[in-house]
């Protein structure tokens, strides 16, 4: 099956500077990455996705890279403010024509991003 | 994901006692997920559902069962084979490729 690692666990950044966590996973026919940022005690939301027929996606501060070749992929978040504390999960998942939408996801252990005031 | 809910948001129980967690989407989704989070830990598979009346275990389904009778619903129970069932638990569900979470319901054993 499909796993999903994640870089680094924790990261410390002053606010106004850049923000980059890393995942890498194993399954080649993977084509769907999420991100996901989750503040305490509540749920994962949905910030930005990527599938694999693009290479990059950017949402105003944020933006998502993928490697194909290389299978990883990388969140990027710009100008850092302290509303962007929490823990990220980034995910992936292999979308096949049977269950399309409903095949699941497998999710990296998670970075805790503390932005620094 | 404001369609998801999960209830209680709290929940205790004894140890040797079976509880059931509820989840419901009104989203139409096809597709409903359990997953258990521990306290600085990621996110852990326990059971999905690709359709009505079907399911499939997860990664750590042992301890756990779900039923999937209706569209809207999927119920989770942990019984008192979970050795060790004081977690978060997210329900979530999903269409297309996007999947929405539910806002947890978090178990405490006694």
């Known amino acids: 099956g499909e796993n999903v690692e994640q870089h680094p666990s924790t990261l410390s950044v002053q606010e106004g500077d850049s923000a980059v966590i890393k995942c890498t996973y194993s399954?080649?026919?993977?084509?769907?990455f999420p991100w996901y940022k989750q503040e305490l005690g509540k749920r994962p939301q949905l910030i930005i996705d990527?599938?694999?027929?693009?290479g990059e996606k950017k949402d105003q501060r944020i933006a998502v890279t993928l490697n194909k070749t290389a299978k990883h992929f990388s969140l990027h978040i710009t100008e850092t403010q302290p509303e962007d504390s929490a823990v990220y999960f980034c995910?992936?998942?292999?979308?096949?024509?049977?269950?399309?939408?409903?095949?699941?996801?497998?999710f990296g252990t998670g970075t805790r991003l503390t932005i620094i005031p | 994901d404001g369609g998801i809910t999960q209830s209680p948001k709290y929940l205790f129980r004894k140890e040797g006692q079976n509880v059931t967690l509820s989840c419901e989407q009104n989203?139409?989704?096809?597709?409903m997920y359990w997953y258990r989070q521990d306290p600085g830990q990621g996110l852990r598979l326990i059971y999905y559902?690709?359709?009505?009346?079907?399911?499939q275990k997860g990664d750590i389904a042992e301890g756990y069962s779900v039923s999937r009778e209706k569209k809207e619903s999927f119920p989770l129970t942990v019984t008192s084979a979970q050795k060790n069932p004081t977690a978060f638990y997210l329900c979530?569900?999903?269409?297309?490729?996007?999947?929405?979470f539910g806002p947890g319901t978090r178990l405490t054993v006694l």
């Open positions: 979530a569900s999903s269409i297309g490729y996007e999947q929405f």
């Open positions: 399954d080649s026919a993977s084509n769907y």
């Open positions: 990527i599938r694999s027929n693009v």
């Open positions: 995910a992936a998942k292999r979308e096949s024509g049977l269950f399309f939408g409903n095949e699941k996801l497998t």
């Open positions: 989203l139409n989704h096809d597709a």
């Open positions: 559902s690709q359709i009505v009346n079907d399911f």
